[in-house]
């Protein structure tokens, strides 16, 4: 199957600080998901973006289905933005199955 | 407009009591997931239905059942439970079949807890 890998583990900012979270795949998708886990549990949805690029306020995202990566952008971080990012992926193999990266750790300090 | 519901939210089970943890999706959804995530995991699939009264086996299928009642509803079994199926259970469900397009919307989340 699909190996996702996100990078980095752990990242910690200060508020207002702009950081950029990856997302690695090892084969060709048609569809990549972006989610925020908050410190309550809760998976929200920040992104479909199986390729080419879209925002949302203070958060972009860009796909290179070509170069098999994706990046997620926050800019200004505020401490709301703290929690697990993680990336999902499905390509021609999967049939329906995503595969989630481990996910990137964000701790913003005030 | 509830999404995804899953219940219990909170359970403890002792090892080798069984308990089904139940998912529904009122968005006419026809794939439905069950994943676990533990510490450092990440979300690992457990079980997939592309639609009613199909199933597929996931990551980590070992010790769990599911059944695909009908196109809403998605349960998961745990026969015998084990302190190793201690975890968080989300359920999913998207729009899309066995093509891979379409997002995925999650649950609240079940806390189970076996001793």
């Known amino acids: 199957g699909i190996q996702v890998e996100q ?3 752990d990242l910690i900012l200060q508020e207002g600080a702009n950081s950029t979270l990856r997302c690695n795949f090892s084969d060709s998708v048609n569809n990549l998901q972006w989610f925020h886990q908050n410190p309550w549990g809760q998976l929200i949805n920040l992104f479909y973006i199986p390729s080419g690029t879209k925002q949302n306020g203070r958060l972009s995202a860009t796909t290179v289905a070509t170069e098999r990566y994706s990046l997620l952008y926050i800019s200004s971080s505020q401490t709301t933005d703290s929690g697990v ?3 999902a992926v499905a390509g021609g193999t999967s049939y329906g199955k995503l595969t989630f990266g481990q996910g990137t750790i964000l701790t913003v300090h005030p | 407009n509830a ?3 899953q219940t219990p939210k909170f359970q403890v089970l ?3 009591q069984s ?3 139940q998912c529904a999706q009122d968005m006419n959804h026809n794939s439905m997931y069950w994943y676990r995530q533990d510490p450092g995991m990440g979300l690992r699939l ?3 239905s592309a639609s009613e009264g199909t199933t597929d086996k996931g990551e980590v299928p070992n010790g769990y059942n599911v059944s695909r009642l009908n196109k809403r509803e998605f349960s998961l079994r745990l026969e015998s439970a084990a302190p190793s199926q201690t975890s968080v259970y989300f359920c999913a469900s998207r729009k899309g079949d066995r093509l891979n397009t379409g ?3 999650f649950g609240e989340g079940s806390r189970l807890t076996v001793l």
């Open chain 2, 46 to 48: 457990i079980y997939y």
């Open chain 2, 14 to 16: 002792k090892t080798g």
């Open chain 2, 19 to 21: 308990m089904t943890l």
């Open chain 1, 85 to 87: 990012y993680f990336c």
């Open chain 2, 103 to 105: 997002e995925l919307f």
């Open chain 2, 3 to 5: 999404g995804v519901t």
């Open chain 1, 7 to 9: 990078s980095p583990p």
